[in-house]
T-cell receptor, first 109, second 112 residues
Framework: GQSLEQPSEVTAVEGAIVQINCTYQ??????LSWYQQHDGGAPTFLSY????GLEETGRFSSFLSRSDSYGYLLLQELQMKDSASYFC??????????FGTGTRLLVSP | DAGVTQSPTHLIKTRGQHVTLRCSPI?????VSWYQQVLGQGPQFIFQ???????GRGNFPDRFSARQFPNYSSELNVNALLLGDSALYLC???????????FGPGTRLLVL
């Protein structure tokens, strides 16, 4: 079988740093992606890690440890607009994503 | 450049009916994937097409089918609708050369 675990909700204040963890159990693992989804909106691609280590894109960074079946998304200098749901997704094959249940991030002033 | 477009945006059907959802990928993208998202959950993979061939199928019944046309647009068909098919149906396109997928706004289907 396959499973991905993320915290259901995380709260933080503007300007802070927050880390959203993702652990996974799956076969056919190619890499780990992260997507952001605002209420009523479509998922938006944030990052993809195929190899172990940290990938940085602006205020967002993503980390992967294949040996630990673990990854995280790090959001720095939080802004109100970062309030959204964040999904980790295992890439199981060519363009095939298996999504987690998502983490709702609430950023307060 | 236009993003992924889907039609219709909303749809109401009754049990047992059939529905066709349409998707136009970003220009130049040859890969189209379909996902079902139930409220409060992550999207679930249904189908993936690349160069008009089915390359992947998720754990959905045979009532679900799809196809990709020569212009890379795609249709998702669902027969014999059930109440549980009520969901947001998302289409995503990709050039096929990276793992980034670009999602359309979705079609919100309500089955009564």
């Amino acid at each position: 079988g396959q499973s991905l675990e993320q915290p259901s909700e995380v709260t933080a204040v503007e300007g802070a740093i927050v880390q959203i963890n993702c652990t996974y159990q799956t076969s056919g693992f190619y890499g780990l992606s992260w997507y952001q989804q605002h209420d009523g909106g479509a998922p938006t691609f944030l990052s993809y890690n195929a190899l172990d280590g940290l990938e940085e894109t602006g205020r967002f960074s993503s980390f992967l440890s294949r040996s630990d079946s673990y990854g995280y998304l790090l959001l720095q200098e939080l802004q109100m607009k970062d309030s959204a749901s964040y999904f980790c997704a295992v890439v199981r094959g060519f363009q095939k994503l298996v999504f987690g249940t998502g983490t709702r991030l609430l950023v307060s002033p | 450049d236009a993003g992924v477009t889907q039609s219709p945006t909303h749809l109401i059907k009754t049990r047992g009916q059939h529905v066709t959802l349409r998707c136009s990928p970003i220009s130049g993208h040859k890969s189209v994937s379909w996902y079902q998202q139930v409220l409060g959950q992550g999207p679930q993979f249904i189908f993936q097409y690349y160069e008009k061939e089915e390359r992947g199928r998720g754990n959905f019944p045979d009532r679900f089918s799809a196809r990709q046309f020569p212009n890379y647009s795609s249709e998702l068909n669902v027969n014999a609708l059930l109440l549980g098919d009520s969901a947001l149906y998302l289409c995503a396109s990709s050039p096929g050369t990276s793992e980034a997928q670009y999602f359309g706004p979705g079609t919100r289907l309500l089955v009564l």
